[in-house]
């Protein structure tokens, strides 16, 4: 959806301008572009120390695609813990140490690919239950899980702060450009009015670039960053839910239920829907 939107954007703006007598032409300056997208560039690079780089190359990945767990996503994920609980129930919690060791290779895991191709997913409800397995109790496993999740939000944040930075800042190299355009001008006073029209336009052409790239596209690209992560750890919050539960007695079936109730309600599968897939599984 994220290239959709951009599509949307600078098809109206573009559109809009055509409809009021512009000249698509004249947006076209290079040397603007190049003085306000290199400047963006620089002050990202600058702000960027360690594995930085890396990660703020995730955050702008993530923000062109929708990464948003679906309602069968979180029904699949429901079913692969009342699974797996069940064979914990039924043949201990160590029977647990093949799926936590090598998930790819779980004939459980396998039933669902949201989770087993995701290494994020993989990995936090692997984790736990190897902790699981290792006697942890549940008390222990829940401030890990907590301390896992805020450190993986703190991590994504510092990138998407970064970008939020280089929004922030592009307006005001936009204002560069188009000084620098503007003493371009200065140099051209005495030549024809239609020659000193078109320095002036596209000194103004730095300006509108510059908000339009930070309010109509960097900004969007972290709002939908921050929304994704949310509900990415919404997702992660229905295992450790699950995961908790069973450790501290409940059943298979309620154990789920405490993951059930932790997702969004117009993203929750509902009471019925999750019992029949249950009930499918008690069958199989």
Known sequence: MGKVGIVIVFGCVLGGFIMAGGAVPILIQPSELVVIVGAAIGTLVISSPGLMKKRVKHVISMALKDTIPKKKDYLDLLKLLYELFTVARRQGVLALEPHAAEPAK???????????????????????????????????????????????????????????????????????????????????????????????????VGTFLGILLSYGLVAPLITSTEIQEVHQRRYMECMKGAVIASMRGAAPATAVEFGRKVIFHDERPSFTDTDKALQSLKGG
């Open 106 to 204: 779980s004939d459980i895991f396998k039933k669902y690919p949201m989770v087993v191709k995701d290494e994020m997913y993989r990995t936090f409800l692997a984790e736990a239950l190897q902790a699981m397995a290792n006697g942890v109790s549940a008390d222990d496993l829940e401030q890990l899980l907590d301390a896992e999740l805020d450190t993986w939000m703190a991590c994504n944040h510092l990138a998407g702060g970064l970008l939020r930075t280089v929004s922030d800042a592009l307006p005001g190299i936009g204002i560069v450009a188009a000084v620098l355009g503007v003493i371009v001008t200065m140099g051209h006073m005495n030549a024809p009015p239609a020659v000193i029209g078109h320095h002036v336009a596209a000194a103004l």
